[in-house]
């Protein structure tokens, strides 16, 4: 089977999406800093077991629209965009599956739109209700004396400098931080940090080999889509976490009610520090159908340990 690509008309522009196989429609939603190609070993695994499979670039990414406004990129216009992929798909409802930001970005397309999305997977982010304190608050508080790169990346254009002169060396440093196999040893500076004195990201990432799971081909992907396109777009929605503490509010300590299941690593920071969050789920998912820790694997989990992972995403399909 030969994915098709084909673009999406929102009201941000586009979205480029790409497509395989028939049958009801599961819909992949990317995280930061990747692309509809992380879904490149799901894809013909759910088209071969009778899904639609259809990947997308979020806004901001790839050959999809990268409206210059950082208020653009806020939560609520990206479940629009899913939701226009649903109806533009001939659909009128889809499983919804991401992964890192795009977790976070299914969590709250089932939230928001529970009639189009009817059932929810969370790949390495936990759900967390909307609501409690100030988001750009709780991160400042969080480094002691270093920064949480989730504040170093709220300035515009401040961690586009570190990136932009050598866009291949900082995804390949970013990509090697967060896996299992190449990240630094406890002993080692923390990469989600930088010194306050004007410290960057990059220095504290790790050097050598790709990690296992990312082929030189793959790795030339990626560095292709981001020298093209840059990383402002993707850095945008962190830019928007207190905008979508204030659209969100309504859903303030709002479960999801859907069929839902979640996929973590044991060796993942999001995993680990959200592990309050994991406990909460018998309130916060009461659809929950299963959660899987995956022993000794990092944050690119559907890449990582793709056989494991396709294997709970098949279990819980099968079962809706």
């Known amino acids: 089977m030969k994915v098709e690509h084909r ?23 990317h995280g930061f800093p990747e692309s509809w190609y992380s879904w490149r070993r799901q894809l013909p695994v759910l088209a071969e077991a009778g899904y639609r499979a259809v990947a997308l670039d979020v806004r901001g990414y790839g050959r999809s629209s990268k409206p ?11 479940v629009a ?28 397309s089932a939230l928001v739109a529970p009639e189009v999305f009817r059932a929810v997977g969370l790949l390495s982010v936990p759900y967390t209700p909307p609501g409690g304190p100030r988001p750009s608050e709780v991160f400042a508080n969080m480094g002691g004396d270093q920064e949480f790169y ?14 932009e002169p050598d866009v291949r060396g900082w995804l390949a440093g970013f990509y090697r931080a967060l896996s ?17 004195d004007g410290g960057t990201l990059r220095e504290r990432f790790p050097t050598g080999p790709l990690p296992s799971w990312l082929s030189q081909e793959d790795f030339d992907f990626y560095a292709a889509e981001f020298e093209r396109t840059g990383l402002t777009g993707g ?22 009610a859907q069929p839902s299941v979640f996929l973590g690593g044991t060796r993942d920071a999001s995993t680990m520090w959200l592990a309050d969050a ?39 399909l099968s079962a809706l």
Not at 89 to 104: L, M
Not at 185 to 196: I, L, Q, R
Not at 240 to 250: K, V
Request: overall charge negative.
């Open 7 to 29: 673009m999406v008309t929102t009201e941000a522009g586009r979205i480029h999406v790409v497509e395989l196989g028939g049958g009801p429609l599961v819909l992949l939603v």
């Open 68 to 78: 210059q406004e950082p208020a653009a990129y806020r939560m609520l216009d990206l």
């Open 81 to 108: 965009d899913n939701v226009a992929v649903v109806h533009a798909s001939g659909e009128a409802s889809a499983v919804i599956i991401g992964h890192d930001w795009g977790a976070t970005i299914a969590a709250q």
């Open 150 to 163: 989730v504040s170093y990346f709220q300035e515009p254009g401040r961690a586009e400098a570190e990136i």
């Open 180 to 196: 299992a196999d190449t990240m630094p040893g406890p002993d080692e500076p923390d990469p989600h940090f930088v010194t306050k």
């Open 235 to 256: 850095l945008n929605r962190y830019r928007n976490m207190d905008r979508d503490w204030e659209d969100l509010n309504p859903y303030a300590g709002a479960p999801i």
């Open 278 to 316: 994991i406990d909460a789920y018998p309130e916060t998912l009461p659809g929950l159908t299963a959660s899987h820790l995956l022993d000794g694997c990092g944050h690119w989990i559907q890449q990582e340990r793709p056989d494991e992972v396709n294997g709970a995403l098949l279990e819980f």
